[in-house]
Antibody, heavy 121, light 105 residues
Framework: EVQLVESGGGLVQPGGSLRLSCAAS????????MNWVRQAPGKGLEWVSY????????YYADSVKGRFTISRDNAENSLYLEMNSLRAEDTAVYYC??????????????WGQGTLVTVSS | IQMTQSPSTLSASVGDTVTITCRAS??????LNWYQQKPGKAPRLLIY???TLESGVPSRFSGSGSGTDFTLTISSLQNEDCATYYC????????FGQGTKVEIK
């Protein structure tokens, strides 16, 4: 069974940093592209970042470019999101999401349960 | 690429056929996906490539369209279809629509 479990969320002050993790199981992690997607309270979904299977190709939404860094550790079956210079508008539930794979990219077939990040003083 | 869904909210009765539209700000071929999200839950993939039903999704869900205009149709609406539906383009980066909340009358 495919499982994605996020952790690392919490309360952080504006300007602070936080590192999110996503532990993957139930599939061959290094053969799938991965993403982070967020959802502000009561709002819609916003794609945040993408990482290729090898970790060498990275994409970011304009809203987080230069502040967030996505990475992965295929040996540990883990995905990460390093978040710096956090702002109030970064407050959201952060989901890790797997790409469908098999040549399909940008289609999110499995999602974690999410971890809440609150940026507030 | 901006994605615009309509309506923002719709209310229908069990058994009705419901249609949600999604428009892209530029050409995206059929790189259009649909998700369902229930309160407090992660989104669920329903349809990808504009019209391909994800495994396990009931056949009352269907998608169509290409280019810039797309539709999600739910035929014979069920109580469990009460949710928010999002379109998402995967042609260039990834962008979601703002969502359509489906309520049962």
């Amino acid at each position: 069974e495919v499982q994605l479990v996020e952790s690392g969320g919490g309360l952080v002050q504006p300007g602070g940093s936080l590192r999110l993790s996503c532990a993957a199981s139930g599939f061959t992690f290094n053969t799938y592209e991965m993403n982070w997607v967020r959802q502000a309270p009561g709002k819609g979904l916003e794609w945040v970042s993408y990482v290729s299977r090898s970790g060498t190709t990275l994409y970011y939404a304009d809203s987080v470019k230069g502040r967030f860094t996505i990475s992965r550790d295929n040996a540990e079956n883990s995905l990460y999101l390093e978040m710096n210079s956090l702002r109030a508008e970064d407050t959201a539930v952060y989901y890790c999401a797997r790409d469908l794979g098999h040549g399909y990219t940008g289609i999110f077939d499995y999602w974690g349960q999410g971890t809440l990040v609150t940026v507030s003083s | 690429i901006q994605m615009t869904q309509s309506p923002s909210t719709l209310s229908a009765s069990v058994g009705d056929t419901v249609t949600i539209t999604c428009r892209a700000s530029q050409y995206i071929s059929t790189y259009l996906n649909w998700y369902q999200q229930k309160p407090g839950k992660a989104p669920r993939l329903l349809i990808y490539g504009a019209s391909t039903l994800e495994s396990g999704v009931p056949s009352r869900f269907s998608g169509s369209g290409s280019g810039t205009d797309f539709t999600l149709t739910i035929s014979s609406l069920q109580n469990e279809d009460c949710a928010t539906y999002y379109c998402q383009q995967s042609f260039s980066m990834r962008t979601f629509g703002q969502g359509t909340k489906v309520e049962i009358k």
